[in-house]
């Protein structure tokens, strides 16, 4: 039996309840086992320009880049949410975030698109969710800006500093969003803002207070090693893991030792010498 969908409102009821768990991915066989593993969110982050494609940050990624990743990770989904990331360049006024929004759901097959900042974006989160869409914020570090940030560094550490993330939150609350993730802030602030939020709030850094917890799969299951920030907590190691198959494979072809015999098709012995009979004449 096909398991039920999670719904916005499955979601939001989960404010201070059994804390939500999210995590990224970007194709149909990850998002599958994912979902069977029992996830509530799968996040199509535009992490995946790093995780996936190589580049060094999010920014190159495009609009085609998640609506192509978004539709195989939901044909993957049967029961978690799943949350496609607007890339950088795509929230160029409320017109073209609407419409590029509604490429996501209607090509990409998500049920919510996350966007990143706060207060200056409001307007468009407003524009989106009138238009029928979820939208799910994301402020603290936002990686798409973080070079005016001054890098991938903690946010909201002074008060003032704190304020901002606040009002920054609480305004994309207002505006509609049904959760906003807070990343790489500090624990006693998530925990304030999580306080005041009457939706959930999503931590990635941001302490366990949170109504949920968001990681990038790769980080996690050990797949990334260009660098790990302090967040993360490594549950297994499948790069080293897939390194070591792919040496032995090495090995193995160098070795004839694969295929072997139950790898491989036989064919009768009366076929084989017809075959060679029939050969240059029978002179085989
Ligand atoms: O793109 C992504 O993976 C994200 C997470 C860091 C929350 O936005």
Redesign the pocket.
């Known amino acids: 039996m096909a398991a039920q969908k999670l719904t916005i409102p499955d979601i939001t009821a989960r404010k201070g309840a059994r804390p939500l768990s999210m995590l ?1 991915a970007y194709d149909w066989a990850w998002a599958r086992l994912q979902d069977q593993a029992g996830i509530d969110m799968i ?1 199509v ?4 320009g790093m995780t996936m494609l190589g580049h060094t940050s ?1 920014v190159p990624v495009t609009m085609n880049d998640m609506v192509h990743h978004s539709a195989a990770v939901s044909r993957g989904a049967e029961r978690a949410l799943v949350v496609a ?1 607007m890339p950088f360049g795509s929230l160029n006024g409320k017109r073209q975030a609407t419409a590029n929004a509604t490429r996501l759901i209607q090509e990409g097959g998500a049920d919510a698109v ?1 966007i ?1 900042g706060g207060l200056d974006n409001a307007d468009i989160v407003r524009a989106i969710v009138r238009a029928g869409i979820p939208v799910q914020g ?1 402020v603290g570090l936002t ?1 798409q800006t973080a070079v005016n940030l001054g890098g991938f560094k903690v946010q909201g550490k002074s008060a003032q500093a704190a304020r901002r993330v606040l009002d920054d939150a609480l305004a994309l609350a207002a505006a509609g969003c049904f959760s906003v ?1 807070l ?1 790489a802030v500090p624990a006693p602030l998530a925990a304030e803002i999580t306080r005041r939020l009457a939706v959930p709030t999503i931590g ?1 850094g941001a302490g366990n207070a949170c109504d949920g917890q ?1 990681l ?1 799969m790769h980080d996690l299951l050990g797949l990334f090693d260009r660098f790990t920030p302090k967040f993360v907590r490594q549950y297994a190691r499948l790069g080293e893991a897939a390194t070591a198959a792919i040496k032995s494979y090495i090995e193995d072809v160098g070795a004839r030792a694969f295929p072997g015999e139950e790898n491989s098709f036989a064919m009768k012995d009366e076929e084989l010498q017809a075959l060679l009979d029939g050969l240059d004449g029978g002179k085989s």
């Open positions: 990224t996040l982050g535009d992490s995946l999010t990331d996350k990143e994301h990686p993730v990343e990635i968001v990038v």
